[in-house]
Structures are given as C-alpha cells and as structure tokens.
C-alpha cells in the first residue's frame, strides 16, 4: 500500500512554507519511499518517507534516525551528513537539502589512483569523527539501538551454523569460516565501542568531481563495535580498506584488530556466500580474494 503522493506534498509544503514546482518519487527501498523535490524558490530537497508497510525493519525508527542526524549537524559541521531541514511524523517522513553529487557505485570506476587514496583518507576521517560526535548520555536519548556487546547477533550466528552444516559446500570453504568465526570469538576484548553508521556501502555514499559530498541513511546506525563500520570496505574495496583504517585510526587513536575487522566482514555476508555457491557452485569472493584473506588472517 502506498501512501498518496499528494498528501505526502500537502505535508512537505506545509513544513517549508514554501510552494513546490516540482515532486516525484527518486527510489524505492525496503523500508522507505525517497522523494525528489523542487520548490518555488529553486531549493533542492530530499525526503525520506517511512513506508506504511515495510518488507523490513531498520535498527531505528525513522524519527530516530532525523534525531541522530539532527544532532550530528548541530554538533559538527565537519561531517558530511545530509543538512536536515523537516521533520514530520504523520506521515512519518524528514527532509534534507539536496546532496549534489553520483553513488561511490558508480563514480569509483572513473577516479584516478590519488582519487581514490583521498577518498578513503576522507571516509576515514567521516568514521573517527562520528564515532566520538555524541555523548552516551546524547544516544541515550535519541533512543539509538545500543548494541553494548561484542558478539555476532544471532541471525549471522544462525547463518553460520547452516553455511557449516551444507553438506554442498566443501570443506575448504568450512575451515575458513570456523577460522574465522573462531578469530571473532577470541578478538570480543579488542573491540572498540562507538557511534557507527553501520551501513556505509557505496549506494549511501555520494561523490561530486570525485570528492566525498556526503553519507546518507542512517537507518541502521547504533552505538557498537567499530569493527563493522569497515565490513563493506573489505567486501567491495579490499584493495583500499587499509587507507581507510590507518585514517580512521589515526584521528581516532584507537587501533583496531584487522583480523577481527575481516573476521566479521565475512561472517556478516556468510549465508550470500553460501547461497552463490548454491546458485553457481563457486564463491567469488573467497576464491578472488582467498590468499589476500589467508595472510591477513594469519599476520594480524
């Protein structure tokens, strides 16, 4: 069921105060509508709008996630986070200013070498400054999803214990994943607790002319274990991840544990992996990037 476009309007142009020329609808995703919007005075906004029915639930709920970004634009002017301008809860939806700017998707194929390094030096920075941008008592009352643990939750734990127990998959494959669901296990007391975007993969991240402009979604951010704040690095930048994390750990002055950074990175995606292998007898992943793993894994 989806919500009436022009009530969904009326609203928007009741926060502005202002008259729009032009509305439509930009994407669709599991559990929100994202709209595009122009209003008289040639401003540009986004709104994300929480869907009546969602396939899926996000760590926050949507009003929580317009606070945590709220707060982030009252206490840093650093971060490249969305500049909120509305929040409304009926429906639920928030407003920010347009960010200029192509997914890391799709920009990442046309960057240049020292593109790319300044890039990751600069995504770096993004994840130490977060991490120390609110206070407990600040996560608190946002009422941000609190994950004060250092185990896997119980859906890549359950994930695990299938991907092991498929009789399909060889044994090769099932030696690295208990190693590596072994290393996670002795690693819990160097985790690192703080404030993580928890879902910064190159669809929510946004260049212009090849510069970091800005991180959206923060649907799924909670207070955590740093470690996974750099899963999709390693899964789609392995090569850069390291740029990223000597950044992050220089301006944050925590040292993270890259064997326990990689450990989760997989563990997190096990049951894709186990379902690619299903699909086309192989897995991708592992097989390109096998001794990469191995070495990683064995040195740190």
């Not at 997914?103 to 991490?131: P, R, V």
Request: charged share 30%; net charge negative.
């Amino acid at each position: 069921m989806r919500i009436d476009s022009t009530i969904v309007k009326n609203v928007i142009e009741e926060k502005l105060n202002k008259r729009l020329i032009s509305f439509s609808l930009k994407g669709e995703g599991m559990c929100n509508y994202a709209w595009y919007a122009i209003s008289e005075d040639n401003q540009i906004y986004m709104i994300k709008q929480e869907k009546p029915e969602k396939e899926e639930e996000e760590h926050n709920d949507l009003l929580t996630e317009a606070g945590i970004i709220r707060k982030l634009n009252e206490k840093s002017s650093s971060l490249p986070v969305p500049q909120l301008i509305f929040v409304a809860d009926n429906p639920k939806m928030y407003g920010y200013q347009y960010i200029e700017g192509e997914m890391m998707k799709s920009a990442w194929g046309f960057l240049s070498q020292q593109e790319k390094i300044l890039l990751c030096e600069d995504l770096g920075k993004f994840h130490a400054l977060l991490g120390n941008a609110l206070t407990m008592e600040e996560i608190g009352e946002l009422k941000v999803t609190n994950r004060w643990q250092a185990a896997l939750e119980k859906e890549t734990e359950d994930d695990v214990k299938l991907f092991l127990h498929d009789a399909s998959i060889p044994q090769p494959y099932k030696q690295l994943i208990k190693r590596l669901y072994k290393i996670q296990h002795e690693t819990k007391v160097l985790a690192h607790f703080g404030l993580c975007h928890n879902d910064s993969h190159h669809e929510n991240i946004l260049l212009n002319e090849g510069k970091l402009a800005g991180i959206i979604d923060f649907g799924d951010s909670d207070f955590g274990d740093v470690h996974r704040e750099f899963a999709r690095y390693v899964q789609d930048y392995p090569h850069y991840v390291e740029i990223i994390v000597n950044t992050y750990e220089k301006l944050s002055g925590k040292t993270l544990c890259r064997r326990r950074m990689l450990a989760i990175s997989l563990l997190e995606i096990v049951d894709d992996l186990r379902t690619e292998y299903i699909k086309n007898g192989r897995m991708e992943l592992l097989d390109r990037l096998s001794l990469w793993f191995t070495e990683l894994t064995l040195d740190r």
